[in-house]
């Protein structure tokens, strides 16, 4: 025979506490736990961020030349065509 598993009415955390669904959100208590994850993020020195800004720039810059020379390189073959 099979097992019958009853059926919960909440959701299980990540801790496998049962959570209830009409739990209320608390405001204070997630700022105050996005703080505390805040904390403990490695951030980037001021010379590695212009760094990867830059290469981020310089990327972007490249392929919009791309693009807009594939776009300028279609339009000039279609008018051909057309």
Known sequence: MEK????TRGRL???GRLKKKNQAFKPVAFFKSAKA???KVTWPTKTE????????ILISLIIGLYI???DYAFIKLTGLVL
Do not use: A, C, H
Request: no cysteine; aromatic share 0%; glycine share 4%.
């Open 68 to 70: 807009g020379l594939l």
């Open 4 to 7: 019958q598993v009853k059926s």
């Open 13 to 15: 955390s990540s801790k």
């Open 49 to 56: 961020l212009v760094r990867m800004t830059s290469i981020v």
């Open 37 to 39: 994850e805040l904390k």
